[in-house]
C-alpha cells in the first residue's frame, strides 16, 4: 500500500497536529511519510514509531516535488510563521504533478478574503491554490488550540490576554481533534466535504481561565503585544494573534461560526475532548 504523506510531522508548538496524524495512521496499519523541516531528535522518534522519515523544507519545491512521489493522499501544515503561501504554492504544484486524490490541509475557522486577521486572509488564499491544483483539499476550519491558551498561561501564570470581557467568548478546540479529524478523513474511502468548520468548545474566556485553574486578566492591547514578541519571537504570529484577540474582543457574545457540530465525532468515534479534560491531561 502506498504511503500517506504527512507534513509538519515533527510536531511544534502550536498544535502538534502532523506528529499526532502520523501516530493515528501508523496506528491504523498505514504506512506513513513523514516530513520534517530538520533531522532531528524528532525525526529519530518518528523513523522509531515506523514512519519513512524526508527532511526538507515546504518552501522549496526540489524537496516537496520527490516527498509527493509515489503518494496518493497527503496531510499538510504549515505553522503560523512567515512563508505559508510559498509554501502552499509548492505544495500544490507538486501534489498536482502526482495527480494526488486527497489533501487535508490545517487552516482556520474564519478563513475569509475579509478575515479579521492578515494570515486568516492567507488562508483563504492558500484554500484557493489548493482547490485550483485539484487534488481532492479538504480544509480542515479549526477554531482556536487549546495549546494556544496554555502558551500563554505557562508564561504568566495568567490568562492575560487584550479580550476585554470575561464574557467574551471563544471558539475552541484541542489540536488532538483537529489531527483526529485530518486523520479520520485521510482514511476514509468516501466522498468528505471540501471544508470542514471545527470546534470542540465554545467558552467565555473567563470560563476557560476558570478551568485551566487561573485567573483571567485584561491587558492592554499595545502591553500584550511587546509581551507576545518576546513569548513568540516571531512576527507573523504576534501580528496575526494581535488581530485575533481585537476580533474576538470585537465579536463579544458569539458568531454564526461558534457551534459545535458532529464533525469531530463523525472523523474519531468520540465527542470532543473539552478543555477541562485537556487540561487534566
Ligand atoms: N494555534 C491555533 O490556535 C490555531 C487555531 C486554528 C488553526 N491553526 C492552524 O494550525 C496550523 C499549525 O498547526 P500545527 O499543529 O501544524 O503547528 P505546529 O505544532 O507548530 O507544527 C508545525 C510543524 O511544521 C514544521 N515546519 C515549520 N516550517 C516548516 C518548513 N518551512 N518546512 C517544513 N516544515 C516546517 C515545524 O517543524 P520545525 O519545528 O522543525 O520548524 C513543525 O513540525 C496552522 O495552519 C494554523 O493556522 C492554529
Do not use: C
Not at 496506528?27 to 522519515?53: I, M, N, Q, T
Not at 470546534?199 to 476557560?208: F, N, P, S
Not at 457574545?253 to 474519531?268: A, C
Amino acid at each position: 500500500m502506498e504511503p500517506i504523506l504527512v507534513t509538519g510531522a515533527a510536531g511544534g508548538q502550536q498544535g502538534s497536529t502532523g506528529r499526532r496524524v502520523v501516530e493515528t495512521l501508523l496506528r491504523a496499519d498505514r504506512p506513513v511519510r513523514a516530513f520534517v523541516h530538520s533531522d532531528d531528535a524528532r525525526a529519530a522518534e518518528l523513523k522509531d514509531l515506523g514512519a519513512e522519515v524526508v527532511v526538507g523544507d515546504l518552501r522549496e519545491i526540489t524537496t516537496v516535488l520527490p516527498a509527493v512521489q509515489g503518494v496518493r493522499r497527503a496531510y499538510f501544515t504549515y505553522p503560523v510563521t512567515a512563508g505559508m503561501l510559498d509554501a502552499t504554492a509548492a505544495f500544490a504544484a507538486a501534489a498536482h504533478q502526482e495527480s494526488l486524490e486527497r489533501v487535508v490541509a490545517v487552516s482556520q475557522l474564519g478563513s475569509d478574503p475579509h478575515a479579521g486577521t492578515p494570515h486568516m486572509r492567507r488562508h483563504w488564499v492558500a484554500e484557493q491554490v489548493l482547490d485550483r491544483a485539484q487534488i481532492g483539499a479538504v480544509h480542515l476550519r479549526a477554531a482556536v488550540f487549546f495549546e494556544n491558551l496554555r502558551v500563554v498561561i505557562d508564561h504568566s501564570g495568567e490568562l492575560a490576554l487584550p479580550l476585554g470581557s470575561p464574557d467574551t467568548v471563544l471558539p475552541l478546540i484541542a489540536g488532538a481533534d483537529v489531527a483526529g479529524v485530518g486523520a479520520g478523513v485521510l482514511l476514509d474511502p468516501g466522498e468528505v466535504e471540501p471544508v470542514l468548520w471545527l470546534a470542540g468548545e465554545i467558552r467565555t474566556v473567563g470560563e476557560a481561565a476558570e478551568a485551566f485553574g487561573v485567573r483571567y486578566v485584561d491587558v492592554d492591547p499595545d502591553e500584550w503585544k511587546r509581551t507576545a514578541i518576546s513569548l513568540y519571537r516571531d512576527e507573523v504570529a504576534v501580528e496575526h494573534l494581535s488581530h485575533l484577540w481585537k476580533m474576538f474582543s470585537d465579536i463579544g457574545s458569539g458568531h454564526q461560526l461558534y457551534q459545535v457540530t458532529d464533525t469531530i465525532e463523525r472523523f474519531t468515534g468520540r465527542p470532543p475532548i473539552t478543555l477541562r479534560e485537556f487540561v487534566a491531561g
